[in-house]
């Protein structure tokens, strides 16, 4: 018991003991002092010679934690990676849409300019005529006109006037569509005849420019438009029309579900302005690439400085 005593009361052994109990683990020269310890004070036959003691280092919290540190460093220097890569890859399909888009206006810009050809009957034709110049012959039914509003009008010059400003006088106005019947296809379709002011919505302040008798006139082959979010109902009892449904307009008048713009030669003193078919396409694509190469370009240098470099920052 004195031999116990004595070892309880060594310092060294108590400290060796109080450190396990504190974190659990002996270094590995708490173990060689502990185990020399018990050796000299212990009662003669208490303690046996291990068979093999392992004097390997022993693991630390230090050690632990720089490991959890490294591997979130890792994790996080990977991930950020991610940006530089995303933003080029985003850049590079810009490139691609903005060549479609380019293919795109130039097709549009082709049907446009082309020759007007004879207006077809059948539907599935007169489907892949979008934006083609069809020529037809035959008279108006001004009593079954409708209004697709609001609406300002095309014009070119006065546009490229007020680009840039702030505010600009925009007239507003609608389309006026009206019932046209092909003599010499026996069908009646619906035309655009084009822009008027409010104060002419009313045909009876247009009267002169009410086109009596049979004429020949050019348009190009519209389909309907979607509907827009934020955009009304069509109000059919009201003939106030918001966007283009051919095939409700046609179930209204009782024409065929076709379409056609009128040019602005069908134009007359008095009545709606012709050519009021917008031909152009927003090509904004340039910009987005910009954008997303200039941040790719920006986000690897600050990866390179923080990741490779070691900048503190």
Not at 106 to 122: C, F, G, K, M, Y
Not at 150 to 157: G, H
Not at 273 to 301: D, K, P
Request: aromatic share 10%; glycine share 6%; hydrophobic share 35%.
């Amino acid at each position: 018991m004195a031999a116990w005593r004595r070892l309880l009361s060594d310092a060294g052994f108590r400290g060796a003991v109080e450190r396990f109990r504190a974190t659990r683990q002996f270094s590995c020269l708490d173990g060689r002092r502990l185990v020399a310890r018990c050796r000299l004070e212990a009662p003669p036959g208490l303690l046996r010679q291990p068979r093999e003691i392992c004097w390997r280092p022993c693991p630390s919290r230090n050690s632990s934690a720089a490991t959890v540190n490294r591997t979130e460093d890792n994790i996080l220097k990977w991930g950020l990676l991610l940006i530089p890569i995303g933003a080029f890859c985003l850049g590079t399909w810009q490139v691609q849409r903005r060549e479609w888009k380019l293919k795109l206006i130039e097709e549009l810009e082709s049907r446009v300019s082309a020759e007007p050809v004879p207006l077809p009957t059948d539907l599935y034709e007169v489907n892949e005529l979008e934006y083609r110049p069809v020529k037809v012959r035959g008279h108006f039914d001004h009593t079954k006109e409708l209004h697709v509003l609001p609406r300002s009008p095309v014009d070119p010059e006065k546009e490229a006037k007020n680009a840039g400003r702030l505010m600009s006088n925009v007239e507003s106005g609608a389309h006026i569509i009206t019932p046209f019947y092909c003599t010499d296809l026996g069908i009646t379709i619906l035309v655009n005849r084009g822009f008027v002011s409010r104060k002419h919505l009313n045909p009876e302040t247009r009267l002169k420019g009410q086109i009596q008798g049979e004429i020949e006139l050019t348009g190009l082959v519209r389909l309907s438009e979607p509907h827009r979010p934020f955009v009304p109902e069509n109000n059919v009892e009201q003939n106030n029309w918001f966007y283009r449904d051919v095939d409700a307009m046609a179930r209204v008048t009782g024409a065929e579900p076709i379409f056609i713009d009128a040019d602005y030669k069908s134009s007359v003193p008095g009545g709606p302005i012709g050519g009021q078919t917008r031909v152009t396409l927003r090509n904004e694509h340039m910009q987005y690439i910009l954008t997303w190469y200039c941040l790719c370009a920006a986000t690897s240098f600050l990866w390179y400085k923080k990741f490779i470099q070691k900048v503190p920052f």
